[in-house]
């Protein structure tokens, strides 16, 4: 196991199975170095969109020199990276696991229905991902899924008896996303708090493939981005990009990252007005980590074949698609100045309308707070604690019930964001039924101003479409906000959020990730 990649780019390799063996890097944990400037605009070319905001991440983020990873074959679960992590470390007392720094999502659309050939080509180019760089989070971990669009390019006949079905309803796990409660779309609850420049429509997307790409040294994935989107170079060298029979073009790139202060200094470097209220230890825009452990299911008990006794589809072990998932992509704006600064525009103009920690804890968790904010200081920093490390920005994603968000809307007039994912979100002992990939984004993608503005970019997955539509109208809580005639400002995270994109994804077990089904047809 080596910790740096492959000396020279590899263009093909044989196809690989699971099973084969995989590459990890090396390192203390706690470890680190700063990226070389400039690298990511070097391998980019040019830089435009998710590669533009790659490039700043040279600027603010480091690379981790993470532990060895003990893994040696790839698992059949496609996104299950787990076993190239290293071990959770704790933080104030909690446990957590933080992904790799850097992902990019990349969108794209096929011209016609792939040839037989392109399962192969498919193939070929993520072993030529593999090959050149080890998968690792020091390397480039890179995962396709595919739309219904896709599927609806092959005979049915083949779809049909091969497509997941959900035992609750015995509907098809794959499904075109929707609206959620408080999107703005036709039909749905308008929030009268959302300030004018985030009152973007929703798009509901129609692509065909997602390629999602990730690394803790954003050079490597930039590498790799701007290779899938044409580049024909890797690693300085050239190497062909793919090119399919079926004609694929890359729709959008958009970029995350995840990293302990980053969006502090993201804000800071930007001269944004809220920049001194993030909390400078937390990963999140929101100053509260999303990175607990117990936050998120192991990737075996999201798949249709399921795990830990979650089992929500018809599918078992041995089935075409058993340990494949279904993998949301969603592109949100942030109103952070609005959660942090002037948290009620309906108060009078005289008055302080900074979010105290006591408050925005209590959107994001439940009421009432289970931590006290600072007292000298409840604003800077994050408002949060003293006597805890990182000032309050690493809490406990506790589990009361799923009927937590209904009673704190009885009792205590207010809804918060996690306890209403919590009616639905996990089983009846607690443990969580999806697995996320979110993190902040920065940039100009959708905005009605043209500046680069605080992003979520959000991904997971789940057993089905279906749950997680009800994941995304319970999160809404619009029913409780009518049955007890709450206020806007006491309702979550659901004014400061908007959804600009959607769209669900197949994405399918390893040994048949190249276009899946292309070869039954």
Not at 4 to 13: G, I, K, Y
Request: a neutral charge.
């Amino acid at each position: 196991m080596s910790h740096t990649a492959n000396p020279e780019p590899v263009s093909r390799c044989p196809l690989s199975q699971p099973g084969k063996q995989a590459q990890a890097t090396s390192g203390p944990n706690f470890m680190k170095r700063p990226v070389p400037r400039r690298t990511v605009l070097k391998a980019a070319g040019v830089v435009t969109g998710a590669l533009a905001a790659l490039s700043l991440m040279e600027e603010l983020a480091w690379i981790p020199i993470r532990e060895a990873s003990a893994a040696t074959a790839f698992p059949d679960v496609q996104f299950d990276i787990s076993p190239f992590m290293p071990a959770a470390k704790t933080i104030d007392g909690i446990s957590v696991a933080m992904p790799p720094v850097h992902t990019t999502f990349l969108t794209a659309r096929l011209a016609r229905t792939p040839s037989k050939n392109d399962i192969a080509r498919m193939e070929s180019a993520l072993q030529t991902i593999e090959g050149n760089y080890p998968y690792a989070p020091g390397g480039v971990f890179a995962h396709v899924a595919y739309s219904d669009n896709y599927f609806a390019r092959l005979p049915q006949s083949v779809v049909g008896p091969k497509m997941p079905r959900t035992l609750d309803g015995n509907e098809p796990v794959l499904r075109r996303a929707v609206a959620g409660p408080t999107d703005v779309a036709a039909g749905k609850h308008v929030m009268t708090l959302r300030r004018a420049e985030f009152n973007v429509p929703l798009a509901l997307e129609n692509n065909d493939i997602l390629f999602t790409v990730r690394g803790d040294d954003p050079s490597f994935v930039a590498d790799v981005v701007s290779w899938l989107s044409g580049s024909n170079k890797l690693k300085g060298q050239n190497v062909a990009s793919p090119r399919f029979d079926a004609g694929m073009t890359i729709d959008h790139m958009r970029s995350m990252f995840v990293q302990q202060g980053l969006p502090r200094n993201v804000a800071a470097s930007n001269g944004l007005p809220f920049a001194d209220f993030i909390n400078p230890f937390s990963p999140m825009w929101m100053g509260f980590a999303d990175q607990q452990v117990d936050a998120s299911a192991p990737a075996q008990n999201v798949t249709f074949a399921g795990g830990g006794g979650i089992r929500l589809s018809n599918k078992n072990p041995g089935d075409y698609f058993d340990n494949g998932s279904i993998q949301h992509l969603s592109h949100n704006l942030l109103d952070l100045e609005q959660f942090y600064v002037n948290g009620n525009a309906e108060d009078d103009a005289t008055a302080d309308h900074r979010e105290p920690f006591d408050e925005r804890v209590q959107y994001m968790y439940q009421s009432p707070p289970e931590v006290e904010q600072a007292a000298d200081d409840p604003f800077r920093d994050g408002g949060g604690p003293r006597n805890l490390g990182t000032r309050g920005a690493f809490l406990a994603n506790v589990f009361h019930g799923s009927d937590a968000a209904e009673k704190s809307a009885q009792q205590f007039g207010r809804i918060g964001h996690l306890s209403a994912l919590h009616r639905s979100g996990r089983t009846a002992d607690g443990r969580p039924i999806h697995l996320r990939i979110d993190g902040p984004g920065f940039g100009t993608l959708d905005t009605t101003t043209g500046r680069s503005t605080a992003k979520l970019q959000f991904s997971g997955f789940f057993p089905s479409a279906d749950f997680f539509a009800t994941l995304r109208n319970n999160q809404g809580s619009i029913d409780l906000l009518q049955q007890f005639n709450l206020d806007e400002d006491d309702h979550g995270l659901e004014r400061f959020i908007t959804s600009t994109r959607r769209q669900n994804f197949m994405i399918p077990p390893r040994r048949h990730r190249a276009f899946p089904l292309l070869e039954l047809t």
